[in-house]
């Protein structure tokens, strides 16, 4: 019935009522937590372009952890910053990765047990040019090798789940890149750890903070020969179900906020659990709106974050997890 019989306002008077008639929730245990581990002992480094974000040595990024058990937090996802690189990126597979020896100290802190490991998959932290796998060509005219790649990126997960990796999550967007990973992984008696797939990873601008927290800004060229471009939904679609054919167990969409309906849509067409990479860009983008008192900090946080729930997405990576789960 129209007004004056229907009025919408009766089920938003009270802050009780509200929450009776909530459709959607945010709550600690959805939110993943990025680390970025370096070499090193005491070591917490500032990253300029991200406030309160840091590059951790393990020491350090145990600390974070244990915060982020307490707070309720789902789990965390590991990046590594080695102390050295070649063209292979062979720093990614090394059984004594500075990845792989966070995995093995985490998984033996007790406190640590409620919190999911996810261990990043890719070669552009660990390349001495910065991109996500093997190049062929010089210079301006050089160019990924698909291809080549794949055995690399495999052997990357393989060892992350012997290092204790709940979750292996390939974030390259190589063609094949989720099949030689099962493979791999399958081979290495490692059958139980699932892969989180970046299925839908969008050549954006908004991975700059990114890579000079990582250190991993490609040296020639850029990744839209590999990252897909922000113009075409029916492609993330198409991206989305070979994954799934190759045996991912769960989806990833990146970044978040400016991809919305890429979410929606994955979420209404796959059945796998579905998260959503809030990437440094975001965040960067809203803190400097804090801090020129711009924006309430903790509305546009939660605000956000809700909004990508209400998307489809079960969980979020993101940098505002502790801040987020604090509130909550």
Known sequence: ?????????????????????RETYLQPSQLIYPLFICPGEGVRKPIGSMPGVFNLSIDEALKEATECAVLGIGGLLL????????EQGSGAWADDGIVQQALRALKADARLKSLVLIADACLCEYTSHGHCGVLYGEGHDCTVDNDASLPLLAKTAASLAHAGADIVAPSDMMDGRVAAMRAAMDAAGEEDVPILSYAAK??????????????????????????????????????????????????????????????RATRERFDLPLGAYQVSGEYSMLHAAFERGWLDRDRAMLESLLAIRRAGADFIVTYFAKDAATLL
Do not use: C, H, W
């Open 202 to 263: 969008f050549a954006s601008a908004f991975y700059g903070p990114f890579r000079e927290a990582a250190d991993s800004a490609p040296q020639m060229g850029d990744r839209r020969g590999y990252q897909m471009s922000g113009l075409n939904l029916r492609e993330a679609m198409r991206e989305i179900e070979l994954d799934v054919e190759e045996g991912a167990d769960m989806l990833l969409a990146k970044p978040a906020g400016p991809y919305l309906d890429v979410i």
């Open 79 to 86: 990046f590594g910053l080695p102390e050295s690189k070649d």
């Open 1 to 21: 019935m129209p007004f004056p019989v229907t009025r919408m306002r009766r089920l938003r008077r009270t802050e009780a009522m509200r929450s009776l008639v």
